[in-house]
């Protein structure tokens, strides 16, 4: 059970747009701690898509935004593409049990 | 470019120790923290600690305190992760990752180093 919860699943057509909750708590998102996303392509390392909740790394597309509200995190994808096909992992910090970094479970995306 | 190299695929015996390891390049290795995440197979990732070269200062995720140790040797640029003792359940791809404080986002990610215990 992850301390961030996120959609085991999700998926849409080419050209849609999707996505992905990560709820947390007051003890992590809700506190104030920034969300940042990953993408892990099939057999590759994850990637960094977001940090500091909505900022993109040079090289990512416009196409993935990040936003932050209370205690949830999303990531949207606009014009979806079948390479953005993947495994999506929402990660903040929790201040509970002495302080830990936290992912979330993963969502799998598929583009149909 | 900044790299994360990590040490390759080992098989190994229930019982048995193991060192991997995370070499990196291209960037100040003491100016960055180096983390490293478990993914067990078919499920997601998971926090197991983090250290930073400059200091030896290294905290660690409650579940896996006491299983693991993490070290560095700055001299080489090169982070580790090691196990006294294996069990089955250690079986999974170890990443390591850099980061700019020890609760920020990583970025990048080494290639995973694939470890199979068995008997």
């Known amino acids: 059970q992850s301390v ?26 809700g506190a104030g701690y920034d969300v940042h996303w990953y993408q892990q392509l099939p057999g590759t390392a994850p990637k960094l898509l977001i940090y500091g909740n909505s900022n993109r790394p040079s090289g990512v597309p416009d196409r993935f935004s990040g936003s932050k509200s209370g205690t949830s995190a999303s990531l949207a994808i606009t014009g979806l593409q079948a390479e953005d096909e993947a495994d999506y992992y929402c ?22 | 470019e900044v790299q ?12 048995e120790s193991l060192k991997i390891s995370c070499k990196g390049s291209g960037y ?28 030896s200062d290294t905290r ?22 090691q196990w006294s003792s294996l069990k089955a359940s250690d079986t999974a791809m170890y990443y390591c990752a850099r980061s700019v404080g020890w609760i920020n986002w990583f970025d990048p990610w080494g290639q995973g180093t694939l470890v199979t215990v068995s008997s």
């Not at chain 1, 903040?92 to 995306?109: A, M, Q």
Request: glycine share 14%; charged share 10%.
């Open chain 1, 4 to 29: 961030l919860t996120q959609p085991p699943s999700v998926s849409g057509a080419p050209g849609q747009r999707v996505t992905i909750s990560c709820t947390g708590s007051s003890s992590n998102i």
């Open chain 2, 28 to 55: 100040s290795f003491t100016s960055y923290w180096i983390g490293w995440v478990r993914q067990m197979p078919g499920k997601g990732l998971e926090w197991m600690g983090i250290i930073y070269p400059g200091d």
């Open chain 2, 4 to 15: 994360l190299v990590q040490s390759g695929a080992e098989v190994k015996k229930p019982g």
């Open chain 2, 60 to 81: 660690y995720s409650p579940s896996f305190q006491g299983q693991v140790t993490i070290s560095a040797d700055k001299s080489i640029s090169t982070a580790y992760l």
């Open chain 1, 91 to 112: 990660q903040s910090y929790d201040s509970s049990l002495s302080g830990s970094l936290v992912f979330g479970g993963g969502t799998k995306l598929t583009v149909l």
